[in-house]
């Protein structure tokens, strides 16, 4: 979208994590236009920007599946109802009209829409820094690895104690020329048997010891070392080609805490259609909060479809809540 323009949808939702990504395909099941807005630049939330290459256990018909391949299958089964995907854009202020919705963006874009259908997860979440990478966020420091392939090769150093710092140790172990893990403590975040995984691995990993600095190569200002200083030892100077800082995250609703919503622990109380308290606003995933609720990607899946059928008899009072299964569908 330029800007400003207008785009006008039957649903729109906010959040292309899995629960956002089945809605995407739901709505276009019951006939429905969609457009989905995200403040990441790629789809999946946070199995995208966490943990792609870690396996899945708990959802219905894949003994185990990994994030990146149940992203890709969300985003293949929506995209038959042609999304719109608004990336990397933030939703900012929800006002209401006469008949629906309208959702400013980040730039000034706004989309129009019978309904809202807020699928964020635990919110926007900001990767905490690395204090000596600054000024080399995407000249070689990155918080996620979309592509391990892109890493082929190359000296990779993550730098963080928790299971998203073992996860892509162990998933860039194959690929890369070298990897180190770099944990300013001696113990770990993770769960004991993936930091045992890594040792038995033979992955190097250096404790009690912080990186102080990151140091191009001289020609084209590429990076090609960090420096590390153990408590109490000698400073050690590493090759890297890429530094994967997983220091975790902050997160936040934002924007979303200013709609006029019942707000609880950064959760949206919704009914058990999945609406809010805001009319022609509903709630699915990790973001919403019933009594006895359990989050998990199948339970989103399932609040997803609630509240998209919900929406389908909002906008028309005609339709039937239960469309009848998928399968039966031409």
Do not use: C
């Not at 399932?302 to 399968?327: K, Q, R």
């Amino acid at each position: 979208m330029g800007s400003p323009e207008t785009l006008s949808v039957d649903v729109l939702i906010v959040g292309a994590g899995p629960t956002g990504l089945f809605a995407a395909y739901y709505a276009g099941f019951r006939g429905l236009s969609m457009a989905v807005v995200d403040s990441l630049p790629e789809t999946g939330g946070q199995v995208t920007a966490m943990y792609p290459e870690k396996l899945i256990y708990d959802v219905g018909g894949f003994p185990a599946v990994r994030g990146r391949d149940l992203i890709k299958g969300l985003v293949e089964q929506a995209g038959q109802w042609n999304p719109t995907y608004l990336l990397g854009r933030k939703a900012e202020a929800l006002t209401s009209t006469p008949d629906g919705l309208e959702m400013t963006l980040d730039g000034g874009d706004v989309v129009r829409a019978g309904a809202v259908l807020i699928t964020a997860g635990i919110g926007e979440f900001t990767p905490r820094p690395l204090p000596a990478g600054d000024g080399w966020l995407g000249r070689g420091l990155v918080h996620f690895v979309p592509a391990l392939e892109a890493h082929r090769g190359q000296d990779v150093v993550v730098v963080g104690g928790g299971d998203s710092a073992f996860d892509w140790v162990l998933a860039l172990r194959s690929i890369a020329s070298s990897v180190t893990l770099v944990h300013r403590r001696s113990r770990f975040r993770a769960a004991e048997s993936i930091v045992r995984e890594a040792r038995e691995a033979g992955v190097r990993i250096i404790t009690d010891a912080e990186v102080t600095a990151l140091r191009g190569n001289g020609t084209d200002g590429a990076l090609a070392e960090i420096e590390v200083e153990p408590k109490g030892g000698e400073r050690l100077v590493l090759p890297a080609q890429t530094v994967v800082a997983a220091l975790g995250f902050t997160a936040d609703l934002g924007p979303i805490e200013n709609w006029g919503l019942k707000i609880d622990h950064r959760s949206i109380e919704v009914d058990s259609t999945m609406a809010t308290a805001r009319e022609r606003v509903y709630a699915a995933g990790d973001v919403a909060a019933y009594p006895g609720k359990v989050k998990l990607i199948a339970t989103g899946f399932g609040e997803a479809a609630t509240a998209i059928n919900n929406i389908a008899v909002l906008l028309d009072p005609d339709a039937h809540l239960f469309p009848g299964h998928s399968s039966n569908a031409e």
